[in-house]
Antibody, heavy 125, light 107 residues
Framework: EVQLLESGGGLVQPGGSLRLSCVAS????????MSWVRQTPAKGLEWVSG????????YYGGSVRDRFTVSRDNSKNTLYLQMNSLTADDTAVYYC??????????????????WGQGALVTVSS | DIQMTQSPSSVSASVGDRVTISCRAS??????LAWYQQRPGKAPKLLVY???RLESGVPSRFSGSGSGTDYTLTISSLQPEDFATYFC?????????FGGGTKVQIK
């Protein structure tokens, strides 16, 4: 059974940084692209970032580009999201999600499944 | 960016009813569309990808259809566990995005 377990969420001040982790099990992690998706009641679901199986390809949504960095350690079956210069607009539940292919983008993007249980990030002073 | 518009935003239905949810893209997305179900307090769950392909393990009462810019998720006979919020997502463009959701409520 595929399992994705996020950690690292919490309360951070505006302008601060936070790193999320997602530990994967139940599948060959190094063979699949992975993504981060966030959700708020106001804005709904928003794709944040994607990364190819080897980590060579990384992709970002417009609202986080230049502030967030996605990476992975295939030896540890772990996906990361480094978030810098956080603002209140980044407050959300962050999900990691498995892609169906090795490359995140090959002419078109991917759907997501399964998803982790989510990690709450709150940006507030 | 491609805009995804779902309708209705909510629907009230009874067990056994047939429910149809629509998703319209602002441009042609060539069947690059997925549907998800989200129960309260839970993560989204993939139901359908490539507009009409059912994810493994998803009950056959769920089906997806459509082409071009207009897509539909149909639940043929609503079950108690189907009361949830449903989202569409396009992956035709690198700016992947989701519809606003349709909440299926008990009538």
């Amino acid at each position: 059974e595929v399992q994705l377990l996020e950690s690292g969420g919490g309360l951070v001040q505006p302008g601060g940084s936070l790193r999320l982790s997602c530990v994967a099990s139940g599948f060959t992690f190094s063979s699949y692209a992975m993504s981060w998706v966030r959700q708020t009641p106001a804005k709904g679901l928003e794709w944040v970032s994607g990364i190819s199986d080897t980590g060579a390809g990384t992709y970002y949504g417009g609202s986080v580009r230049d502030r967030f960095t996605v990476s992975r350690d295939n030896s540890k079956n772990t996906l990361y999201l480094q978030m810098n210069s956080l603002t209140a607009d980044d407050t959300a539940v962050y999900y990691c999600a498995k892609g169906p292919h090795s490359d995140f983008w090959s002419g078109r993007g991917d759907w997501f499944g399964p998803w982790g249980q989510g990690a709450l990030v709150t940006v507030s002073s | 960016d491609i805009q995804m518009t779902q309708s209705p935003s909510s629907v009230s239905a009874s067990v056994g009813d047939r429910v149809t949810i629509s998703c319209r893209a602002s441009q042609v997305i060539t069947n690059s569309l997925a549907w998800y179900q989200q129960r309260p307090g839970k993560a989204p769950k993939l139901l359908v990808y490539d507009a009409s392909r059912l994810e493994s393990g998803v009950p056959s009462r769920f089906s997806g259809s459509g082409s071009g810019t207009d897509y539909t998720l149909t639940i043929s006979s609503l079950q108690p566990e189907d009361f949830a919020t449903y989202f569409c997502q396009q992956y035709y463009s690198i700016s992947l995005n989701f519809g606003g959701g349709t909440k299926v409520q008990i009538k």
